[in-house]
């Protein structure tokens, strides 16, 4: 579920709850959701022992329910706002990234994600000797060793190390680390603090073909100026941002990674 802080609500997309907070069974919010899909209107009651408002919402994804006690109540421009708000942040992640971080430890605030690649399995082995001091995990991902670290160390070796920025999750710092590796052009040391001098020098590129809405999104930087100009709606332009960040790793709402995009030949800038 996307973390809406604990606020006391339930939001609901489609046949998919977002988020619930709430003391009510997943099978009854979802009742509770279809009847205002199908009526159209906001309904105010005692459902189940407790007095709800469950209304309509127009979102960043689209059309949502959200049920939230009588007593709770926020401004509806407020409430859509911090919906919003909390969506945009919101990023889908390949089946890869969702799958290590269920078997990763408990994530520790301000690590990193190293990922060392070298044909040396001599060297592999001595780094992963000498990594294991200071990393929190290390896990064989075939063609290369994952380090979940604080810093990774000035050690030489033979081949690559690609390192994520200080992250809040798992997936995210492992997302930043796979971008550096899918898309580096050429062996050596790449943190992802430095994309941008090492954009400019053309150690990373960008070789498929940018779909419109990202397109128009990145040279307008607004994404209800790119729904108007494309003549689409907002939800649907966001729907195509996070597809896209799922497929190549990439994200056009994050500056660094905008780069990579902007300057590629694909983009015809």
Do not use: Q
Not at 122 to 149: P, Q
Not at 211 to 229: Q, V
Not at 239 to 257: A, D, H, Q
Request: charged letters at 30%.
């Amino acid at each position: 579920m996307i973390d809406f802080e604990e606020a006391k609500m339930a939001l609901v997309f489609g046949d998919r709850i977002m988020w619930s907070n709430i003391d009510m069974e997943e099978s009854k919010i979802l009742e509770l959701s279809r009847i205002v899909d199908e009526v159209g209107t906001t309904l105010s009651g005692n459902f189940y022992g407790i007095d709800y408002t469950i209304s309509k919402i127009e979102t960043v994804i689209g059309e949502c329910v959200v049920l939230i006690p009588s007593n709770e109540r926020e401004n509806p421009a407020y409430l859509k706002a911090y919906i919003d708000h909390v969506l945009w942040c919101h990023r889908e992640y390949p089946d890869i990234i969702k799958n290590l971080e269920k078997e990763s430890p408990e994530w520790k605030a301000k690590r990193r994600i190293a990922l060392v690649k070298t044909e040396n399995m001599g060297e592999r082995f001595k780094l992963r000797k000498e990594l294991s001091k200071v990393a929190d995990w290390i896990y064989n991902l075939g063609s290369m060793d994952l380090y979940v670290i604080l810093d990774f160390p000035d050690v030489s070796f033979e081949g690559s190390v690609y390192i994520s920025s200080k992250e809040k999750s798992f997936s995210e710092a492992l997302r930043k680390a796979l971008l550096l590796e899918r898309y580096s052009r050429e062996s050596g040391k790449f943190l992802y603090e430095e994309i941008p001098n090492i954009v400019f020098k053309g150690g990373i590129s960008f070789d498929h073909e940018v779909p419109e809405d990202i397109s128009i999104f990145l040279k307008t930087g607004d994404i209800e100026e790119a729904a108007y100009m494309i003549g689409k709606k907002v939800h649907d332009i966001f729907l195509s941002i996070l597809n896209f960040e799922k497929e190549y790793l990439i994200s056009p709402r994050l500056y660094m990674e905008s780069l990579i995009l902007l300057l590629s030949e694909r983009m015809g800038w």
